[in-house]
């Protein structure tokens, strides 16, 4: 089954650095990687994703990029805000008629510092 | 609220006993998905519904864990003989569910934190 690796587990950054997180991907029929942001007590909310036929998508101050080959794909946050405080999730998954599993990576705590 | 919701929020048992909860999903969303997380990690996939049919389990889903969706709106977990081990926020999810293999993103509940003592 799918395996997705996460790093760093724990990210401190100043307001208004940019922050990036990583993760790696085992199934290579994986072509669906959401991320997933996670506030304190909350539910698990979608930030961004991309799929296998993008290489880098943009959202105003985040960013995913992908690398298919190295099996591998980032999210780029700048200009980081203290309400950009949270646990990141990333995730994968192959898109299938029948819907799709997401295999999440162990999260990334980032706290930004005013 | 339009959001997907779950029932009970909280719920604190002893080991052995058995636990229900409940999940309705947005509104026309065909596609619902339960996960497991536990402090510190990501969500774990449980098992998931096209309409009222489970289309996965995972290994995770012991003969103890059971789950329905009747009538393809609303879905019951149930956990039998409950174990220290089963401690965890449950959280479900729903989506739209294209049929046709294309973007399908997930919305996720709340939760339901089960304590078990």
């Known amino acids: 089954g799918e395996n997705v690796e996460q790093h760093p587990s724990t990210l401190s950054v100043q307001e208004g650095d940019s922050a990036v997180i990583k993760c790696t991907y085992s199934d290579s029929a994986s072509n669906y990687f959401p991320w997933y942001k996670q506030e304190l007590g909350k539910r698990p909310q979608l930030i961004i994703d991309i799929r296998s036929n993008v290489g880098e998508k943009k959202d105003q101050r985040i960013a995913v990029t992908l690398n298919k080959t190295a099996k591998h794909f980032s999210l780029h946050i700048t200009e980081t805000q203290p309400e950009d405080s949270a646990v990141y999730f990333c995730?994968?998954?192959?898109?299938?008629?029948?819907?799709?599993?997401?295999?999440f990576g162990g999260g990334t705590r980032v706290l930004v510092k005013p | 609220d339009t959001g997907v919701s779950q029932d009970p929020r909280h719920k604190i048992t002893k080991r052995g006993q058995n636990v229900t909860f409940r999940c309705d999903p947005i509104s026309e969303h065909n596609r619902l998905y339960w996960y497991r997380q536990t402090l510190g990690q990501g969500p774990e996939f449980l098992t998931y519904f096209q309409n009222e049919a489970q289309l996965e389990k995972s290994r995770l889903l012991s003969d103890r864990f059971s789950a329905e969706r009747p009538k393809g709106s609303f879905s019951t977990l149930e956990i039998q003989r409950t174990e220290q081990g089963d401690s965890a926020m449950y959280l479900c999810?729903?989506?739209?569910?294209?049929?046709?293999?294309?973007?399908?993103?997930?919305?996720f509940g709340p939760g339901t934190r089960l304590t078990v003592l």
């Open positions: 999810a729903s989506s739209l569910g294209t049929g046709t293999g294309g973007f399908d993103e997930q919305f």
């Open positions: 995730a994968a998954s192959p898109i299938k008629a029948a819907g799709n599993k997401l295999t």
